[in-house]
C-alpha cells in the first residue's frame, strides 16, 4: 500500500454492522492505553496529523498507522481533537469501573455506605459523559456544576430510597438495589451532563460531513442510545453477583465461597474487571457512533430549511452521538 494514498481516517472495520463496531471498539477501548505517557499519545497523534496532510514519515509501516490511530481514537475527542482526561476515556471503563462497581457491591447494606458509593460512581459517570459527549455544543462551567449536582444527587435519592425501600426484603432482593440505582441514575445522569444538547441542538451533516443546522431530536436519540449502551454495559457485572451469596445452595462452588467471605471483595472486582473487557466494547458497538436519522423526522423548521435547500437530494443526516 502507498502511504502517501493512505486514508487514516477510513474505518478499518465496517461501522454499519455490530461485529465491525465491535472490533473498533475493542481496539480503542483497550485498557492498556490507559497507562501510557501523554507525550506517546502526543507522538501518535503527529503522526495521524502527518498522515492527514499527505507527509508520512520515511521508514513509517501501515501498522504503526494504524496503531497511531488507535491511540488517537482512544485518547483525542472526535468533534475537537483535543486530548480527553484519563478518567473520562472509555480506555478507562474497565479499571475505573471494576474497582467502583466492586466496591458498591461488597458495600450495599448500610446507607451510608450506600450513598457513598453512588456518590463516587456518579460523580465517575458525571465525567465520562461529559468527556464523551457531542463537544461541538458549548457548555459553561456553571451549567456544568448544575447538571452535576442534579444527577448526582438524583441518583444518590434513587439508591438510597431503592436501599430503604429492601431493608426488609430477603438478602437476594437487596442485592438488586447497587444495579436498579445505577440504571435509574444512568437515565438522569446522561441527559443531565448533556444537557445543552437537548436544548440547543446538536450540529447534524450531510452524508460528505456538510453541516446543515442543528437538531434538538437528534440529540434526544443519540442521548437515549448511550442509556442504553451504559445500562448494557453494567448488567451483566452487577447481576451475576446476585449468586455469589445465596440463602441455601447444594452446589460445591457457592459452599466454598461462602466460607471464604474475606475473598469476595476481592472476587467480585476481578470478575466485574473480565465482564467490563467485553462489555465496555460490547455496549458501546450497540449502535453506530457516526448516528443517522431521516430528514423527515427532524423538526418542521430544520426539515424545510434542508428541503428548500437540497431538494430530495439529502434524506439522512448524521451526527456524532456520543459514549
Known amino acids: 500500500m502507498a502511504l502517501r494514498t493512505f486514508d487514516i481516517d477510513a474505518q478499518r472495520w465496517d461501522q454499519s454492522t455490530f461485529m465491525g463496531r465491535l472490533k473498533h471498539f475493542f481496539n480503542i477501548t483497550d485498557c492498556r492505553t490507559a497507562l501510557l505517557p501523554d507525550s506517546k499519545l502526543d507522538e501518535a497523534k503527529a503522526l495521524v496529523e502527518s498522515c492527514r496532510a499527505g507527509s508520512v514519515p520515511p521508514g513509517t509501516t501501515v501498522e504503526q498507522l494504524y496503531y497511531a490511530k488507535k491511540l488517537y481514537d482512544s485518547a483525542f475527542h472526535p468533534d475537537t481533537g483535543d486530548r480527553m482526561n484519563l478518567i473520562g476515556r472509555m480506555s478507562f471503563q474497565v479499571p475505573g469501573g471494576m474497582a467502583i462497581t466492586g466496591f458498591m457491591l461488597q458495600f450495599y447494606r448500610t446507607v451510608p455506605a450506600v450513598v457513598f458509593w453512588q456518590w463516587v460512581n456518579q460523580s465517575f459517570n458525571a465525567l465520562v459523559n461529559y468527556t464523551n459527549r457531542n463537544a461541538a455544543s458549548p457548555i459553561t462551567s456553571k451549567q456544568i456544576g448544575v447538571a452535576y449536582i442534579t444527577a448526582t444527587s438524583t441518583a444518590l435519592a434513587t439508591a438510597v430510597g431503592l436501599n ?160
Not at 449502551?229 to 447444594?250: D, E, H, V, W, Y
Request: aromatic share 8%.
Open 164 to 323: 430503604l425501600y429492601t431493608k426488609k426484603a430477603p438478602p437476594l432482593v437487596a442485592r438488586w438495589v447497587p444495579f436498579a440505582a445505577v440504571a435509574a441514575a444512568n437515565c438522569v445522569n446522561i441527559p443531565m451532563m448533556r444537557q445543552q444538547e437537548i436544548l440547543n441542538g446538536i450540529a447534524v451533516t450531510d452524508e460528505n460531513g456538510n453541516k446543515l443546522g442543528h437538531s434538538k431530536r437528534a440529540a434526544v436519540k443519540g442521548i437515549t442510545q448511550v442509556v442504553v449502551s451504559r445500562i448494557t454495559m453494567a448488567a451483566p457485572g452487577m447481576n451475576l453477583f446476585l449468586l455469589l451469596k445465596p440463602q441455601k445452595c447444594p452446589q460445591a462452588f457457592f459452599v466454598c465461597l461462602q466460607r471464604i467471605t474475606f475473598l469476595h471483595g476481592p472476587i467480585q472486582v476481578m470478575m466485574v474487571g473480565v465482564f467490563l473487557v467485553f462489555m465496555v466494547p460490547a455496549a458501546c458497538s450497540l449502535f453506530p457512533q457516526r448516528c443517522s436519522m431521516a430528514v423527515s423526522n427532524l423538526e418542521p423548521e430544520l426539515r424545510d430549511s434542508i428541503v428548500s435547500q437540497y431538494g430530495d437530494s439529502v434524506k439522512q443526516v448524521y451526527f456524532n452521538k456520543g459514549l
